[in-house]
């Protein structure tokens, strides 16, 4: 069955929500996941320019601002629903990861 656009988001869609929470533009999107994730997660930008349209194609960002090339986004109740859905689903995880003996498990 095929899922939904945005039913679940990846690592990279995830990161991008949160840094969105104050107003960037995408050079700082980029620097600001990868020292959030400590180099663990590093967005290119291909990936980047890719989400962030169809971010905004779904309503979850808005533009806020264009200087030159330069774009600054900021995260919409629409993405801020998707990204507590998304923590939501990713605590429910851990709860059954936890409930069914977790690292003790072999």
């Known amino acids: 069955m095929a899922r939904e656009k945005f039913q679940t988001l990846t690592e990279q869609m995830f990161y991008i929500l949160l840094c969105l929470r104050r107003e960037r533009c995408g050079v700082d999107v980029m620097a600001r996941v990868e020292e959030m994730t400590q180099g663990r997660v590093?967005?290119?930008?291909?990936?980047?320019?890719n989400l962030l349209e169809s971010f905004l194609?779904?309503?979850?960002?808005?533009e806020t601002a264009?200087?030159?090339?330069?774009?600054?986004?900021r995260i919409t109740a629409a993405g801020e629903q998707a990204l507590a859905e998304e923590a939501r689903r990713l605590e429910t995880l851990l709860e059954?990861?936890?409930?069914?003996?977790?690292?003790?498990?072999t």
């Open 57 to 62: 194609t779904a309503g979850m960002i808005e």
């Open 42 to 49: 590093v967005i290119g930008p291909g990936t980047l320019y």
């Open 96 to 105: 059954d990861y936890r409930g069914f003996g977790g690292e003790e498990a």
């Open 66 to 73: 264009v200087e030159g090339r330069r774009r600054s986004y």
